[in-house]
């Protein structure tokens, strides 16, 4: 019995040796997670996700078609358009002008209808001809006229403006490529006292005001 008895505790403690002893949870640290960069904003210089130049649109051509009523422009007397921007305080003359046609001649029959083209004034301020810089306050078109003679006059009956806006690659803008407005209340005589139709629009090239001046 006594060899028995020590037997079972040499086992005893045998297994007692082998069991490993369980060691503390290791500690975890969090490791921050740094968020990613986010990409570079797009400049007025970069089209966003494209590495492409961003498109810059600017006044590329005008028209003007002025409808004569039951007086015409008589052969001599003198016609010009002039396309500004609106409200142009600190605008030099002619140097800013936009666009512009002068010293016109031919006659203007009654009842018809005459396509003017005006040119690009040389010399004049580029960026002056940026649609943003239109855009910012609208257009002013001045259509003007000196008679041959004292008493000659001019009946109109309307005056339509055509504006054209591409970008540096020649592409029209999506919704301004040719934009026509059309001042249904340019209505009036213009003679040797009251010379000038003064048209005006708003910011989005909305037809507004269309009115006679000296």
């Not at 007086?71 to 666009?99: I, Q, T």
């Not at 806006?165 to 040719?178: A, C, I, V, Y």
């Not at 006292?193 to 005006?200: A, M, V």
């Amino acid at each position: 019995m006594a060899a028995s008895f020590i037997t079972q505790v040499a086992v005893s403690q045998t297994i007692q040796k082998t069991i490993p002893t369980a060691k503390p949870a290791a500690t975890i640290k969090a490791i921050p997670v740094q968020p990613p960069t986010p990409p570079p904003a797009a400049t007025n210089k970069t089209a966003a996700g494209t590495g492409q130049a961003a498109p810059v649109y600017t006044l590329t051509a005008v028209r003007v078609l002025i409808k004569t009523g039951t007086d015409n422009k008589e052969f001599l007397s003198e016609v010009g358009a002039s396309l500004w921007k609106k409200d142009h305080s600190g605008w030099n003359y002619p140097n800013d002008c936009c666009y512009k046609i002068a010293a016109l001649k031919n006659e203007m029959a009654v009842n018809s209808n005459t396509n003017l083209g005006l040119d690009k004034y040389p010399g004049g301020n580029a960026d002056k001809l940026s649609l943003a810089n239109l855009q910012a306050n609208g257009v002013e078109l001045l259509v003007q006229y000196i008679p041959n003679l004292l008493f000659d006059a001019w009946k109109i009956e309307n005056i339509t403006l055509v504006l054209e806006f591409r970008d540096q690659n020649g592409n029209l803008h999506p919704t301004l490529g040719s934009k026509t407005i059309s001042f249904s209340n340019a209505i009036g005589f213009l003679n040797a006292d009251f010379r000038t139709f003064k048209c005006r629009t708003d910011q989005y090239f909305n037809p507004l005001t269309a009115s006679i001046e000296k």
